[in-house]
């Protein structure tokens, strides 16, 4: 069922319209579903004939509690079977990304010490050793070998749940009229590069292809890791995870009967009707191509965010009220909670043991560390509401500004008692050395991992950190363009008619004291990513940038959105790309229920992961090409590899 252009509502809330038809829906994609996955294993003890999803309503009437039974059945060999097979095909993909990341960063040293002497010889400037690079890259990218898919994921991918590495990439370089390499004479000059005192020479060509080679493989690498990541965990895992507790609630509404509260049961009818229809809508998100610029009913992120948010508080409802029901009748057996949803989940790729949570605060001591945070936030306000009446000089203001910030960052988390230790990879010094941070103007950007809303507060601190100082070669912490939404204040006081954000204005006045004075770039929602990620773009001449590229924040622990691939599309090619990853950090302040507010004292690791070239990883910018899709892949697959704990984790 499409969205109707015309209608604002959400998709599940169209669905509700018609509860026959949304079942039918709901039925048909089950099938679908069940078809894909049969190859993983989860029903071998089952006839292959038998694998048909009982309907909701057939020609006999109503589904029957054997009906009900069996799609339990059905969906708890997901639920049993799915964590293991997760691991394994993560820990598969992550062994092969871990092990080519040396020699992306190698490769990216060796690039930058061949341009260097490019440019000195005077064989050309920059922008044509690019282009020479850019000829041999898109050739590799045109003769490379995709990933081969088991059984099972090509079958995802036939629905497009699952996609492919570089399959999009390689099409549309195939497609281009002209693909070959120049013939050029400077291809047969010799360079020489070193590395760890080993001293390498060969042809300009071999040397680049060399480089090219080394990105390609990486990106292919990082593409399968972050496609398996995001149908194993954000698709399968959480999926069976909210599934599983409809198909429970679904027999035990059943068994019931009429015997129970009248008004209860149709209230939990209502509710597993609605998460029914959330589910169609969470398999349509999933099944939109991350290739096109614009999804065409979904926008794969904000929405999506809240759309699982609001999936996790139904659920949690369900399970309370099912089970509510079930003990008032004398029922002994109760609904099993996800361990995904309730942060007991154990197996591989979740969250460090040692970051996150630390205790808790009671009552009164959130109230008042609440009030304390909220003084400080007014205080900020008001020294920027002063700096924009006082301060005629841009630069200086939005310095100040910055100072404001940086101020504001260490209260927030001293108030909140939130510890931060920051690491930088140990092969972070090697290519800033070669990329002469302390000497070039290099324009950076940042790319933070998003969980939690303190994750702005956090970003501040690393940047005034001594350990991110002395690692980008800075004197003093430098202030920065930050790509963010409006509205980023939105909740806050009521005060009559007027909504007052904790900063003491309004969301608007907020919105504008944040471009005025502190030169952020916001971003409407209705905008996606154009012509202000290119203003980004350009300020990155003057001062390093901020995106957060999943532009929303998580709503569960180790959810990863697919990052806004339009954001790399405009960047400009010679851009350095840092990734950070905030662990532990969800935890602390999480996005469940709806309006949370139960902040909790811990602790955050900060990963700061080496620089990454936009000039030998970001697709070359062809009509064609200006997809970043893969890139934005890879980009991803970083945030998962250092934000999440590899091995086997004990729940927690």
């Known amino acids: 069922m499409a969205l109707n252009s015309t209608d604002n509502r959400m998709l599940h809330e169209i669905l509700l319209d018609d509860v026959n038809q949304m079942l039918v829906v709901y039925d048909q994609a089950v099938q679908q579903l069940l078809e894909a996955i049969r190859h993983d294993g989860y029903f071998d003890d089952l006839d292959p004939d038998a694998l048909i999803w009982p309907k909701s309503q057939s020609d006999s009437g109503s589904i029957d509690l054997d009906g009900l039974v069996f799609r339990a059945r059905l969906i708890d060999a997901i639920y049993r079977g799915l964590p293991a097979i997760r691991d394994a095909r993560l820990a598969e993909a992550h062994e092969k990304f871990a092990k080519l990341m040396p020699h992306y960063h190698a490769g990216n040293r060796i690039y930058l010490q061949i341009k260097r002497q490019f440019v000195t010889r005077g064989a050309g400037d920059a922008p044509d050793f690019l282009k020479l690079y850019q000829s041999l890259y898109l050739d590799a990218l045109v003769k490379g070998e995709l990933h081969a898919p088991p059984a099972v994921e090509a079958a995802l991918a036939q629905v497009n749940i699952m996609q492919v590495p570089l399959s999009h990439a390689q099409a549309v370089a195939e497609a281009l009229s002209k693909v070959e390499v120049s013939d050029d004479s400077r291809w047969q000059e010799t360079y020489e590069y070193v590395l760890e005192d080993q001293s390498v020479s060969g042809t300009l060509h071999t040397l680049l292809q060399d480089v090219a080679q080394r990105t390609l493989d990486l990106i292919a690498a990082g593409g399968l890791l972050a496609a398996r990541y995001n149908y194993l965990t954000n698709f399968g895992w959480f999926g069976i995870s909210v599934w599983k507790v409809i198909a429970d609630a679904d027999v035990a509404l059943y068994r019931l009967g009429k015997g129970a509260d009248q008004a209860a049961l149709n209230e939990l009818t209502n509710r597993l009707y609605r998460i029914k229809a959330m589910l169609i809508e969470f398999l349509q998100a999933h099944q939109e191509s991350p290739t096109q610029m614009r999804p065409n009913a979904y926008w794969y992120g904000q929405e999506y965010s809240y759309l699982t948010r609001d999936m996790i508080d139904l659920t949690r409802a369900i399970l309370k009220q099912t089970n509510h029901l079930l003990q008032n009748q004398g029922m002994s057996d109760v609904l099993e909670a996800p361990s995904l949803l309730t942060d007991t989940a154990a197996g591989r790729f979740l969250e460090y043991p040692q970051v996150g949570r630390k ?39 939005r310095e100040n500004g910055w100072q404001g910030w940086l101020n504001w960052s260490q209260k927030t988390l001293r108030i909140f008692n939130v510890q931060v230790d920051i690491y930088i990879d140990p092969q972070f010094e090697a290519v800033a050395d070669e990329l002469r941070l302390n000497v070039d103007d290099n324009k950076v950007i940042f790319l933070p991992t998003h969980q939690s809303l303190f994750d702005q507060p956090l970003m501040y601190r690393v940047l005034q950190s001594p350990e991110f100082l002395h690692a980008m070669h800075w004197k003093r912490p430098e202030p920065c363009v ?121 602790r955050v690791e900060v990963w700061v992961s080496p620089p990454m070239l936009g000039e030998t990883t970001l697709l070359p910018k062809r009509r064609s090409l200006r997809i970043q899709a893969e890139a934005a892949a890879l980009f991803l697959a970083v945030h998962i590899a250092t934000l999440l704990n590899p091995e086997d984790s004990h729940g927690r």
């Open 359 to 397: 205790g808790n605060f009671s009552k009164l001591q959130r109230m008042v560390r609440f009030a304390r945070w909220m003084a400080a936030s007014w205080t900020l306000g008001r020294y920027k509401q002063k700096l924009l009446k006082t301060e005629p000089d841009d630069i200086r203001r």
């Open 482 to 602: 930050i790509l963010a939404r409006t509205g980023l204040a939105r909740s806050g006081i009521k005060i009559g008619k007027k909504q007052i954000t904790q900063f003491g204005v309004s969301s608007e006045d907020f919105d504008h004291l944040l471009e005025a004075v502190d030169g952020y770039v916001l971003l409407e929602k209705s905008n996606a990513t154009g012509h202000t990620t290119q203003r980004v773009a350009k300020a990155l001449s003057e001062r390093p940038g901020i995106i957060y590229p999943m532009a929303t924040t998580a709503a569960f622990p180790i959810q990863q959105f697919p990052m806004q691939h339009g954001v790399f599309a405009q960047l400009p090619q010679d851009v350095v790309i840092v990734p950070i990853a905030f662990r532990g950090i969800h935890a602390l302040w999480p996005k469940c229920p709806k309006g949370n507010m139960d902040i909790h004292p811990g």
